[in-house]
């Protein structure tokens, strides 16, 4: 019997998340904000116009209006000032201390007047369609989520509940805090998951028998990279084996681990323990998103978006004053927009108030009217 496939779309302030539970546990979560112009947000297989900016011996650059300029490739015939259809293969990746310019690909089709991005949505919608297109049904927590996602999705959309309770119970907080960790507990070890220019890292450690710990590990491996919807190569140091047998097994361990992963490459096991792991990159990581380029600390809009969904979730009547450091306080400031929202759906004036003593997200104060 097949198990029920579960939706789970929670669209607060500053992000929507959404989930696909498999008969009840989280399999797949996905963490995606809203456009900014200033921002680089960009997915693979979205459709821009670009000017061709400079041609030299590291390939030929292009503008797309916004953000740092991107490599075309291939880019043969493109003069320096020409305008160019292009599609994205890879979205600029943040490594640890800088961004890896974006990856992308003459269309053939005809170019806009002006560079810039070609609306075919948000990307939450894309998102939502993709994850819909196999689920038995969708859980929001209201009303209005319900009346959004049926718009989006139309005729087409499966069963739509409104159970608040059961977005609760999936803990999406917990998903979130764990992915900006690198030390991931499981039961006999832990994995040391670490972001490198060259790669993500994953360093198996426990105590007692080798070969018990990376067979639990091969396991939690398979989840995480699936949860946390890590691409691009993927370095595996297990603990050493000797015996040849025992790697084979961890190697089919692996193997089956990986299944759910969909389009991958991998290697066996080594003689020093060590395998790889290659997926498509189409997006940036939930740890990618959550930290940017300074693995494990979250970036500034990370706690803004966390202050807003914690004054979201507040309780009671009256001005909500949310204090946090100057830098998260200046980013809201500057999105006028999501306290706008915010408000409409407290129904109270929301301050912001800098305070440089305030450490992670701040916190919110409801003052009684």
């Known amino acids: 019997m097949t198990p029920t496939r579960h939706l789970l779309w929670d669209q607060g302030p500053g992000e929507v998340r959404l989930a696909i539970t498999v008969g009840g546990s989280i399999a797949d979560f996905r963490v995606i904000r809203p456009r900014h112009p200033e921002q680089a947000l960009m997915a693979a297989g979205e459709h821009y116009t670009a000017r061709i900016t400079a041609r030299g011996a590291g390939g030929v650059l292009a503008t797309l209006g916004f953000g740092d300029d991107v490599l075309v490739r291939p880019a043969a015939g493109l003069a320096e000032g020409a305008r160019v259809a292009v599609a994205m293969t890879r979205p600029p990746i943040p490594e640890p201390g800088r961004w890896k310019r974006a990856l992308v690909r003459p269309t053939g089709e005809a170019p806009d007047a002006q560079p810039g991005w070609r609306f075919s949505g948000e990307p939450w919608e894309h998102a939502l369609r993709e994850f819909a297109a196999d689920a038995d049904a969708i859980i929001v927590a209201d009303a209005a989520a319900a009346q959004n996602v049926a718009a989006l999705l139309g005729p087409a959309a ?7 309770g059961a977005l609760d ?4 907080d917990a998903i979130v805090d764990g992915a900006a960790e690198t030390e991931h507990r499981f039961n006999g070890g832990a994995l040391s998951i670490e972001r490198t220019r060259a790669m993500t890292m994953i360093d198996v450690d426990g105590e007692g028998d080798a070969h018990m710990v990376n067979l639990a590990a091969a396991s939690e491996i398979g989840r995480l990279i699936r949860l946390f919807d890590i691409g691009g190569p993927v370095g595996i140091d ?19 681990a990986c299944v759910p992963l969909g389009q991958h490459e991998r290697t066996a096991i080594n003689g020093f323990g060590f395998a790889q792991i290659i997926r498509p990159r189409a997006r940036l990581s939930l740890p990618e998103i959550l930290c940017g380029t300074h693995p494990g600390r979250l970036t500034v809009e990370s706690l803004a978006v966390a202050l807003l969904r914690e004054a979201a979730r507040s309780q009671g009547v009256g001005t909500r004053r949310l ?8 980013f809201l400031a500057d999105r006028s927009h999501e306290i706008a929202a915010l408000q409409s759906a407290l129904g109270a004036p929301v301050m912001l108030v800098g305070d440089p003593a305030q450490r992670g997200y701040g916190h919110v104060h409801v003052i009684p009217a």
Do not use: E, G, Y
Not at 158 to 164: L, N
């Open 323 to 330: 204090v946090a450091a100057p830098a998260v306080v200046a």
């Open 169 to 172: 119970d999936a803990d999406f």
């Open 158 to 164: 499966p069963t739509v509940r409104i159970a608040p």
């Open 238 to 256: 297990f603990v050493s084996m000797a015996d040849r047998a025992a790697r084979h097994s961890i190697d089919a361990a692996l193997a089956a």
